[in-house]
């Protein structure tokens, strides 16, 4: 009897512990080998160790973003095996804008999943790339977000308020202390874990913090962080 083929590679790399949680959880009991990396540096470094066969990719993270390491895992393409498929490398993203998918394509990026991100998504995504026949369960998602799935998240829902809690925390006293920069990044660090468990207001208020942040505005920023405060209080009160 042969030895059984070995299990398709995947590679997420994320620096945010709600989103890899996510993604893990969708992941969990498919026939995939699934590996961590919690930034672009790491990244690049894996993929030079050993081969993937599919990338999830984040773009903001530190060391190095998505778009250095999805040139850098091109640029060890070309030298490893010139002329051979590329590996599909997928953008988990809360952007839709014709620029900023222009800039990841340009970057080497394959293809875009826009959050909230669901598990039929995801495995519908992989199956595809991976060249398998998507299962029924895989099929495109209904409307309404997250629904089917509200029961699978739901023990997860503790974990992300503490998370989010500590994340106003931190860009509270960052306003205080008028690190705008600092208040950017914790709204952007919100903005993807709240998109990506399904909780759009509270989502749509970090990304207003996170652009009072680049627009150097505290006041925007102390009213858009007030309001998140807000949301997380309601998605809180609607998530027992």
Same mark, same amino acid.
């Given at each position: 009897?042969?030895?059984?083929?070995?299990?398709?590679?995947?590679?997420?790399?994320?620096?945010?512990?709600?989103?890899?949680?996510?993604?893990?959880?969708?992941?969990?009991?498919?026939?995939?080998?699934?590996?961590?990396?919690?930034?672009?540096?790491?990244?690049?470094?894996?993929?030079?160790?050993?081969?993937?066969?599919?990338?999830?990719?984040?773009?903001?993270?530190?060391?190095?973003?998505?778009?250095?390491?999805?040139?850098?895992?091109?640029?060890?393409?070309?030298?490893?095996?010139?002329?051979?498929?590329?590996?599909?490398?997928?953008?988990?993203?809360?952007?839709?804008?014709?620029?900023?998918?222009?800039?990841?394509?340009?970057?080497?990026?394959?293809?875009?999943?826009?959050?909230?991100?669901?598990?039929?998504?995801?495995?519908?995504?992989?199956?595809?790339?991976?060249?398998?026949?998507?299962?029924?369960?895989?099929?495109?998602?209904?409307?309404?977000?997250?629904?089917?799935?509200?029961?699978?998240? *739901?023990?997860?829902?503790?974990?992300?308020? @503490?998370? /989010?809690?500590?994340? =106003? $925390?931190? !860009?509270?006293?960052? &306003? +205080?202390?008028?690190?705008?920069?600092?208040?950017?990044?914790?709204?952007?660090?919100?903005?993807?874990?709240?998109?990506?468990?399904?909780?759009?207001?509270?989502?749509?208020?970090?990304?207003?913090?996170? *652009?009072?942040?680049?627009?150097?505005?505290? @006041?925007? /920023?102390?009213?858009? =962080? $007030?309001? !998140?405060?807000?949301? &997380? +209080?309601?998605?809180?009160?609607?998530?027992?």
């Amino acid at each position: 009897m042969s030895p059984p083929a070995p299990l398709p590679r995947i590679l997420l790399v994320d620096d945010n512990s709600d989103n890899l949680f996510l993604m893990q959880l969708f992941l969990g009991g498919e026939p995939y080998s699934v590996d961590v990396a919690l930034n672009g540096r790491e990244a690049v470094d894996k993929f030079r160790a050993a081969p993937y066969d599919l990338v999830f990719m984040d773009l903001e993270m530190p060391l190095l973003d998505g778009y250095g390491a999805t040139r850098a895992i091109r640029e060890l393409e070309q030298e490893r095996r010139a002329g051979s498929p590329p590996v599909p490398i997928l953008v988990l993203t809360a952007h839709a804008l014709d620029e900023f998918r222009a800039r990841c394509e340009a970057a080497g990026c394959t293809d875009f999943l826009v959050k909230p991100v669901r598990k039929s998504a995801v495995l519908a995504a992989v199956a595809r790339y991976l060249g398998q026949a998507a299962a029924p369960s895989q099929a495109a998602p209904p409307i309404a977000p997250l629904a089917p799935e509200i029961e699978l998240l *739901r023990p997860l829902f503790p974990v992300f308020f @503490a998370t /989010a809690t500590g994340t =106003l $925390d931190e !860009a509270r006293r960052a &306003l +205080d202390r008028g690190d705008m920069e600092g208040m950017r990044r914790q709204g952007h660090k919100l903005k993807g874990s709240a998109l990506s468990y399904g909780f759009n207001a509270l989502g749509q208020a970090a990304l207003d913090m996170e *652009r009072a942040g680049e627009d150097d505005d505290p @006041a925007a /920023a102390r009213t858009a =962080l $007030d309001r !998140a405060v807000a949301m &997380l +209080d309601e998605a809180r009160k609607a998530s027992p």
